[in-house]
C-alpha cells in the first residue's frame, strides 16, 4: 500500500531534549516535504527535500533540521526543542515538487513542556 | 510576498445546504492549484487540483472549483453538503517557476449539522 508513515505519532517531552520524527515513503518519490500545522495558522512549510542530499528550508525551519541520505526517508530533527514548537507535524511526498499532489502522513502531535 | 488567503474561518451549515469557500492567492503568472481536505483526526487528502484546461474542475465527493484568473480565484463549491463533510478544507497554491513554493491557506472549518 502506497503510504507515508511517520513516527512516533504522538510524543510528550520536555525542553532541550532531542528528538527526531522519523518519515519514510514507499512510492520512490523524489519530493518529501515538512510542514507544522497550527490553529488558525494553517500548514507552514519547515523543510523540504527536491530529491536525495537536496534540501532547503520553508517558512519557519528555526530549531529544526533535517536529513535526506535515502531517497525514500526525510527525518526531522529537533535539536533542542522549545515549548512553541509544540505542534501538530506532517511529513509528505510527491513524486515531483511541481505536481503539488502531495500525499500526507498521519501526522506526528509533539507537546514540549 | 506570495500569500493563500482563505476568507472563512469557519463556516456552519444544515444538511443539504450549498457550500462556497473561497480561495484567492496572491500568486503572479502560471499556478497550480489544490482543495485538500481534512477530517477530523486525519491527515489531508487531496480533493481536487487544477493545473490547466477547463477552469472548473470536479473532485471527489461531488466538490468542485473555479479557476478565474482574473480574480485570483478558486473557490471551492459543493451543491448539498452531508454532514460527513465536516472536516477542514485548505486552499493551496504551487507554482512551476518556484518548485518549492507550496503554499496553504489558513484552512475553513466546516461543521454541517445534521
Known amino acids: 500500500e502506497a503510504q507515508v508513515t511517520q513516527n512516533p505519532r504522538y510524543l510528550i517531552t520536555v525542553t532541550g531534549k532531542k528528538l527526531t520524527v522519523t518519515c519514510s515513503q514507499n512510492?520512490?518519490?523524489?519530493?518529501m516535504s515538512w510542514y507544522r500545522q497550527d490553529p488558525g495558522l494553517g500548514l507552514r512549510q519547515i523543510y523540504y527535500?527536491?530529491?536525495?542530499?537536496?534540501?532547503d528550508k520553508g517558512d519557519v525551519p528555526e530549531g529544526y533540521k533535517v536529513s535526506r541520505k535515502e531517497k525514500r526517508n526525510f527525518p526531522l530533527i529537533l535539536e533542542s526543542p522549545s515549548p512553541n514548537q509544540t505542534s501538530l507535524y506532517f511529513c509528505?511526498?510527491?513524486?515531483?515538487?511541481?505536481?503539488?499532489?502531495?500525499?500526507f502522513g498521519e501526522g506526528s502531535r509533539l507537546t514540549v513542556l | 510576498a506570495q500569500s493563500v488567503s482563505q476568507h472563512n474561518h469557519h463556516v456552519i451549515l444544515s444538511e443539504a445546504a450549498s457550500l462556497e469557500l473561497g480561495c484567492n492567492y496572491s500568486?503572479?503568472?502560471?499556478?497550480?492549484l489544490f482543495w485538500y481536505v481534512q477530517y477530523p483526526g486525519q491527515h489531508l487528502q487531496l480533493l481536487l487540483k487544477y493545473f490547466s484546461g477547463d477552469p472548473l474542475v470536479k473532485g471527489i465527493k461531488g466538490f468542485e472549483a473555479e479557476f478565474i484568473k482574473s480574480k485570483f480565484s478558486f473557490n471551492l463549491r459543493k451543491p448539498s453538503v452531508q454532514w460527513s463533510d465536516t472536516a477542514e478544507y485548505f486552499c493551496a497554491v504551487t507554482s512551476p517557476y518556484n518548485n518549492n513554493d507550496m503554499r496553504f491557506g489558513a484552512g475553513t472549518r466546516l461543521t454541517v449539522k445534521p
Open positions: 512510492m520512490n518519490h523524489e519530493y
Open positions: 500568486y503572479g503568472g502560471t499556478v497550480n
Open positions: 527535500s527536491m530529491n536525495v542530499e537536496v534540501t
Open positions: 509528505a511526498s510527491s513524486l515531483q515538487a511541481w505536481t503539488g499532489e502531495l500525499f
